[in-house]
């Protein structure tokens, strides 16, 4: 692992918004293939650091590498095209369009280029082929003609991973996949994340306010604290950590 390129480097990386220091100085290292949970409080930064990394915001400070690139001055479309895929913290399917359309739509944006988008849909198509694929994996496919609208949550969160994953990423954000799931939907929202990391050896960076569901599933937990790196090590270690009980969470986990 020492040996690899990292698939995420983050080094010296700030963000200074109208004089309010938003993250300062995250030096983070994920290797191919692993799982980072992201913890911390209430805007502690967790989100700001996915728009960092993902290209959403550019950072004031430090460098961003993706599989030992710089993608610092890039863009978030350049991003995505170069392997990075995210969820945000709220929804983004089209209501109004059915599981299948959902789906088809981002693989064939993916397939052909943004104009792919105003092209006419042919059944059996590339995208088409990519959209069954993927909603199988994610467990959708009894849902492929209802409207996205009308999907159970744990279901919507389910057709947002199948999004998602028909970008092919390699390196995956989730911004609190579990909020506002009902506890019952959760088991399987988290072996359908378990299964979409180990499936293709995929890097996975998580944000979680479920501490007993993240610490079970990831090999490092990374802590924020007012914008801060506070902690970055395997779950015995962070939760054993007397200043990350301190500061983060105020008491024994
Ligand atoms: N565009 C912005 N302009 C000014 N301040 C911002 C901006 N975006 C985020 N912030 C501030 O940065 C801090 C970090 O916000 P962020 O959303 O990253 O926190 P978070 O850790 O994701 O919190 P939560 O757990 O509530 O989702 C907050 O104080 C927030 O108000
Ligand atoms: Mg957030």
């Not at 692992?1 to 963000?15: E, I, K, T």
């Not at 350049?78 to 209501?95: D, E, I, P, W």
């Not at 970008?167 to 911004?175: A, E, F, Q, T, Y």
């Amino acid at each position: 692992m020492a040996d690899a390129v990292p698939a995420l480097r983050c080094s010296g990386l700030g963000l200074t918004i109208g004089g309010a220091r938003i993250l300062e100085d995250i030096g983070l290292e994920v290797a191919p293939g692993e799982m980072l949970g992201v913890i911390g409080p209430n805007g502690a930064g967790k989100t700001t650091l996915f728009n960092l990394i993902s290209g959403v915001l550019r950072p004031t400070a430090g460098r961003i590498e993706l599989d030992g690139r710089d993608v610092t001055g890039t863009g978030a479309i350049a991003r995505a095209r170069g392997g990075l895929g995210r969820t945000f913290q709220t929804s983004s399917v089209f209501a109004h369009l059915s599981v299948h359309e959902n789906v088809r739509l981002a693989a064939q944006a993916r397939l052909g280029g943004s104009l792919a988008l105003f092209r006419r849909p042919r059944a059996g198509d590339g995208a088409d082929h990519v959209a069954a694929e993927r909603l199988a994996e994610v467990g959708l496919c009894e849902h492929a003609a209802t409207l996205a609208g009308q999907l159970s949550h744990g279901d919507k969160r389910k057709l947002e991973i199948a999004l998602l994953l028909a970008g092919r990423p390699s390196v995956i954000l989730l911004d609190e996949p579990m909020a506002g799931l009902a506890t019952g939907d959760v088991p399987d929202l988290v072996a359908l994340i378990a299964r979409v990391h180990a499936g293709q050896g995929r890097t996975v960076l998580m944000i979680e306010h479920h501490l007993d569901v993240l610490l079970g599933l990831v090999d490092r937990v990374a802590v924020l604290h007012h914008g801060r790196l506070l902690a970055c090590d395997t779950p015995g270690a962070v939760v054993a950590d007397p200043q990350v009980q301190a500061a983060y969470l105020g008491q024994t986990v």
